[in-house]
């Protein structure tokens, strides 16, 4: 029998560093559904490994979704529930203490590296499964600092190297990994998997506004075009009056390489008037926004998968996106496409989706709720499937 192993090194770094990212809510995910199947989970930590049985690792996600403790307090708390701690950074201390016949699941690329993947080697009848979100640090380096280039490069390395199987979110990533490992000596089976979407029902507090609202969502980087938006609400207010423009709010983290577009957050004249940068939101008041809003823009250059159009979808809020190869594969006509370097393109959309009267909003959004699309269910039992 195969036991599924979890790392989840990555959701213990992030402790009380605020809102989830996409990666964090996929090993959210597969943390519970590990959970379901009787298996363990192993966490590295500044300290040393903890280690969770079966039972230890069920207790988890409640300690996790407290917003009573810091993240000091909470990384306190869970290395107490922990069946085992190893002082030092050895891996293999913790590894012996498992049963045979594991199966190491890494989706959030903390702790990929070759002393981990060697240890799990030692184990009898054991198997290594690693997701790869994207390649956009090797095939688009200008979206990435060198440094965060780099671990990105190890940690593929590592993965083309000792991994068994190798899962994706998109048969575009697929392509580009398989690209990647021609003239390496490995070839490791990539499945694609898409992601499953489980935002939940209606919040009970949808946002609520005078005016429509659109809503971006993601880290604030050149690769997700907020510079787009913006130059498209500045050209709103030369061609409409002010009444007439619909706000846009900004929820999202400041990232890297992107200093013109925090310059214009700063200091233009429309910040506060029609642009609000809301920061990056708890999940549920990020839910909130998207489910009150006109729509959700997604501009985006490149994504491995891209969550926030299907999360939208969820809710019944419309989508205008870029053409997206994994979006127009699993939302079709579900989504209004533009084309990201084509302002012209992207203020009609807006406009005309702003002026949408009640009853055509009403169909749309019951439609967009009706859609069927991609299941964790579906997802774990394609990934599951392999070990």
Known sequence: MVTPVIDLSRSFSRLGRGASTGIDRVERAYMEEVGRRDGWAIIRTPRGFLMFEPDRLKRLP????????DGADLASTIRAIASSRASSLSIRKIMWRMPNGLAYINVGHTNLNPQTMRAMMEMPDHRKIVMIHDMIPVDHPEYQTETARAKFIERLTTTINFANHIVVPSDEVAENVNKRMVGTGHRVPVMVAPLGIDIGGLPLNVERSEKPYFVVVGTIEPRKNHKLLLDIWERMHTKMDDSRVPELRIIGARGWRNEDVFDRL???????????????????????QLAGATG??????????????????????????SPLRSVEIYLGDNAIYADP??????????????????????????DLRAYRLPSW??????????I
């Open 377 to 386: 269910e579906k997802h774990f039992e394609l990934v599951f499937g392999i």
């Open 266 to 288: 700063d200091n233009s004249p429309f910040v506060g008037r029609t642009i609000f940068e809301l920061g990056p939101l708890p999940d549920a008041e990020m839910k909130a």
């Open 341 to 366: 370097s084509d302002m012209y393109q992207w203020f009609q959309a807006i406009r005309d989706l702003a002026s949408e009267d009640l009853a055509e909003q009403t169909r749309r959004r019951a």
């Open 296 to 321: 959700l823009l997604f501009p985006s250059f490149v994504e491995g998968f891209g969550l926030p159009p299907f999360e939208a979808t969820s809710l019944g809020t419309p989508t205008i996106t």
């Open 62 to 69: 409640e300690y996790l979704d407290r917003t009573d403790l």
